[in-house]
């Protein structure tokens, strides 16, 4: 049965496969960045376990399936961070409740998003589930972050990695599925990264069109606005990846690329007029850095500092 998911088929079929053979494992850590897909494709296989008609993936027709989807399946739970952090009694009522049979399903199935906001306490309280995890259950971690999890509840899962859609994929999915034009797809597909997720929350919130307006970090070299720009950004992060799409158009033109590579092709005369602020290696410099600070942000770290340091540095490449 073809699944409805966009992207990651080896993992679907991987899933898939694990049912028809009656090898599902008790335990497994979904790794990958957000908005990746890792919920979507960790409901589908809960579908598919307890599906009432096939035994190859979800129908998505059958009563279970329904009820799955509209989250009321008695042996179906996701578990979210309560606040700042899945705690220890949320973790405590899994293990009261994993252990009687499914009362409708051929398992219970518990998917716990953001696994590596479990504080110490909840995390090692797991660790007694997962190491003997009851026969008719099975237990999903999503995680954006794998080396924040202990090595102990790591080493007993299952770990399948998810990676981004390739760019001119999900961009062909948005063509097909929304009737977008190519190079609004292409657009929308560059900003999220190739996460479906975030490309889908950029369609419905119309926030590609963010893309209207030239960042200030790039037209700017008033370094009195470093602190201003760096405080915008702290309160979305996420604009990070919109500004590598920035500089990776410019990096382009600077190179000579075609202009169909471009994800901001509407801004073509404005980015040409830009190139000239800037050599190959700042451009190059100015990627890397945004990169670096968005690999600091999964840490714990002053976000809001490392912010203000990275837009110095951008800052001084622009002169």
């Known amino acids: 049965m073809q699944s409805p998911i966009v992207g990651h088929h080896q993992i679907i079929e ?3 496969h694990a049912i028809a053979s009656n090898r599902v494992a008790g335990a497994y850590l979904f790794a990958g960045g957000a908005n990746v897909g890792k919920e979507t494709v960790a409901l589908h296989f809960a579908k598919s376990v307890n599906c009432l008609t096939s035994n190859e993936g979800a ?8 009820k799955t989807d509209n989250g009321n399946h ?7 961070p309560s606040g700042a952090w899945t705690r220890i009694n949320q973790i405590r009522e899994l293990q009261r409740r994993i252990v009687y049979r499914p009362l409708e399903g051929v398992r219970k199935v518990y998917i716990l998003t953001e696994a590596e906001r479990m504080n110490l306490e909840a995390a090692n309280c797991l660790l007694k589930t997962l190491e003997e995890p ?10 954006a972050n794998l080396d924040a999890l202990l090595p102990t509840i790591r080493s007993r899962c299952q770990i399948i990695n998810f990676q981004p859609l390739p760019v001119p994929e999900l961009a062909a999915h948005l ?4 009737e977008l034009e190519e190079s609004h797809a292409l657009s ?4 999220s990264g190739g996460a479906v997720g975030k490309a889908l929350t950029l369609l419905q919130e119309n926030k590609a069109h963010f893309e209207n307006e030239i960042p200030e970090i790039i037209t700017t070299g008033d370094r009195l606005a470093a602190f201003r720009i760096a405080e915008k950004l702290s309160q979305n992060p996420e604009v990070l990846d919109h500004l590598v799409s920035w500089y990776r158009d410019l990096l382009l033109l600077h190179q ?6 471009l994800t901001h092709v509407y801004h073509i005369e404005s980015l040409r007029r830009l190139t000239s602020r800037y050599s190959r290696l700042q451009l190059q410099s100015a990627i890397q850095t945004i990169f670096e600070t968005k690999k600091l942000l999964t840490r714990n770290v002053n976000a809001t500092l490392a912010l203000e340091v990275m837009v ?3 800052l001084v490449n622009d002169t």
């Open 14 to 16: 991987q899933l898939h």
């Open 59 to 66: 129908c998505g027709t059958c009563l279970s399936c329904r």
């Open 74 to 80: 008695p042996d179906v739970q996701v578990i979210r």
């Open 134 to 143: 009851p026969a008719e259950s099975v237990l999903i971690l999503l995680t």
């Open 175 to 178: 063509i097909q599925q929304f």
């Open 188 to 191: 929308i597909a560059t900003l």
């Open 256 to 261: 000579g690329a075609p202009i169909d590579l």
């Open 312 to 314: 110095l540095k951008l």
